[in-house]
């Protein structure tokens, strides 16, 4: 049985990854430490309410005394470290937090798990697996061949620099100290319980308000889109299978421009709205309620500063070495994904009510 400690778990990725380990081990101990910013929301993992082996700790990475108290009294082997600032745009406006949380809270992470797994020598087994991104690699020209674990990283945003810090601090713990880590650099993810800051919830919530879209620049920004369970499935199998020290890029082959996506969303909802009176008198203000092509809410905005034009990930080391393969394309998971938003509404709506609402008021006063 694992004892696994999952930083960040009450986020978009961290919360599908509680239930995608859940779902596959069912009397493994899974506490959850989240400091439940903005993006945090304990509602996301309200059906772990009854589970005996699960706990969650409100609390954040960056305290040294609390992380070390965690896997000391749960006895903890394996720490799955989500945890970080994740959004490229608030980045821009406001750096610090990112340096703070994505570099020195891995940074405290790093050492309370070395105190508690090698200086005080618990001999236990352990795994220190961090979650990083494909952004780290910079940006690809249209003919650029795929990110791969040998690409030299390139990071142009604040996010993206701070992710990288983290990523070489992982690996230095590992070549220094002996911490027995991992490391996965993954593309874009869409999926449930994403925080509607991001490209497809926030569009998809938009055009049921019937608000614009703001499409950065020219929209033929590509990016390779990966379900989020598919994410979680790649975890699991470097957990499982990975090489200690070594690094897995995770994608889903699915090279998007931009507008291909949004154009996609537009017409999924033309076709779920314009199809189903319910729903359209739930979504009055949705053009698809009232005959209009959700695509005439389509705006072209002033591009991203810095914005990167091309993620892609070649995924042959861990579809090679550990047999990966992502089980949804994303016609299907596109789907599942816009219907889980639909049925549930009152998850995004107290989301969208609260933190964010908040924060777009205080950065743009709208
Ligand atoms: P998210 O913003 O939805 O969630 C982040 C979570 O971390 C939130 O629950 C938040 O409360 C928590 N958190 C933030 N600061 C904390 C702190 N100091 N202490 C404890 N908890 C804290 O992010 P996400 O999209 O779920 O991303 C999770 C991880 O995956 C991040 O490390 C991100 O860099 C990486 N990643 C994300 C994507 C993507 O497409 N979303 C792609 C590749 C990699
Ligand atoms: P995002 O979801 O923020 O992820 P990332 O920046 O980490 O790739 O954005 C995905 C793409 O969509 C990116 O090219 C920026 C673009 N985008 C827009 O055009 N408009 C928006 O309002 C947002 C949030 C993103």
């Known amino acids: 049985m694992a004892k696994l400690l999952v930083t960040g778990g009450a986020g978009f990725i961290g919360a599908n990854f509680v239930r995608f380990w859940r779902?596959?081990?069912?009397?493994?101990?899974l506490c959850v430490l989240d400091a439940l910013t903005y993006a945090g929301n304990r509602a996301s993992l309200s059906s772990f309410d009854n589970d005996p082996g699960f706990t969650f700790?409100?609390?954040?990475?960056?305290?040294?005394?609390?992380?070390?108290?965690?896997?000391?009294?749960?006895?903890?082997?394996?720490?799955?470290?989500?945890?970080?600032?994740s959004h490229v745009?608030?980045?821009?406006?406001?750096?610090?937090?990112?340096?703070?949380?994505?570099?020195n809270g891995t940074h405290t992470l790093l050492k309370a798990a070395k105190f508690a797994w090698l200086d005080q020598g618990s001999g236990r087994t352990h795994r220190f697996h961090h979650v990083s991104t494909d952004e780290v690699y910079g940006t690809l020209g249209p003919y650029d061949p795929a990110f791969t674990?040998?690409?030299?990283?390139?990071?142009?945003?604040?996010?993206?620099?701070?992710?990288?810090?983290?990523?070489?601090?992982?690996?230095?713990?590992h070549h220094t100290f002996g911490l027995a880590v991992t490391t996965t650099n993954c593309s874009n993810n869409y999926g449930p319980y994403q925080f509607p800051e991001k490209l497809i919830p926030l569009f998809l919530i938009?055009?049921?308000?019937?608000?614009?879209?703001?499409?950065?620049?020219?929209?033929?920004?590509?990016?390779?889109?990966?379900?989020?369970?598919?994410?979680?499935?790649?975890?699991?199998?470097?957990?499982a299978d990975g090489r200690v020290g070594e690094v897995y890029n995770i994608g889903g082959n699915t090279e998007l421009p931009n507008?291909?996506?949004?154009?996609?969303?537009?017409?999924?909802?033309?076709?779920?709205?314009?199809?189903?009176?319910?729903?359209?008198?739930?979504?009055?203000?949705s053009p698809a309620a009232r005959g209009i092509p959700t695509s005439s809410l389509k705006t072209y905005v002033k591009d991203r500063p810095g914005h990167d034009r091309r993620y892609a990930i070649d995924t042959g080391k861990i579809t090679s070495e550990l047999g990966y393969r992502p089980g949804h394309?994303?016609?299907?998971?596109?789907?599942?994904?816009?219907?889980?938003?639909?049925?549930?509404?009152?998850?995004?709506?107290?989301?969208?009510?609260?933190?964010?609402?908040?924060?777009?008021?205080?950065?743009?006063g709208k």
């Open 23 to 29: 779902r596959r081990y069912e009397h493994d101990e």
């Open 57 to 85: 700790v409100h609390g954040d990475i960056r305290d040294y005394d609390l992380v070390t108290r965690i896997l000391r009294d749960r006895e903890i082997d394996t720490i799955v470290h989500f945890a970080a600032e």
């Open 89 to 103: 745009d608030r980045s821009i406006h406001g750096p610090d937090e990112f340096i703070d949380t994505n570099a």
């Open 149 to 173: 674990e040998h690409t030299a990283y390139t990071p142009n945003s604040p996010y993206s620099a701070s992710k990288a810090a983290s990523d070489h601090l992982v690996r230095a713990y």
């Open 206 to 239: 938009n055009a049921l308000h019937g608000r614009a879209l703001p499409i950065y620049g020219d929209g033929q920004q590509v990016r390779d889109w990966l379900y989020v369970d598919d994410h979680c499935l790649g975890i699991c199998r470097v957990l």
């Open 259 to 285: 507008l291909q996506v949004i154009n996609q969303l537009c017409e999924h909802l033309d076709a779920l709205i314009g199809g189903d009176p319910e729903l359209a008198a739930r979504f009055p203000d």
């Open 329 to 364: 394309d994303f016609r299907s998971g596109f789907a599942a994904n816009l219907e889980w938003y639909l049925k549930n509404e009152s998850w995004w709506r107290e989301v969208m009510d609260g933190s964010y609402r908040k924060w777009t008021k205080q950065q743009y």
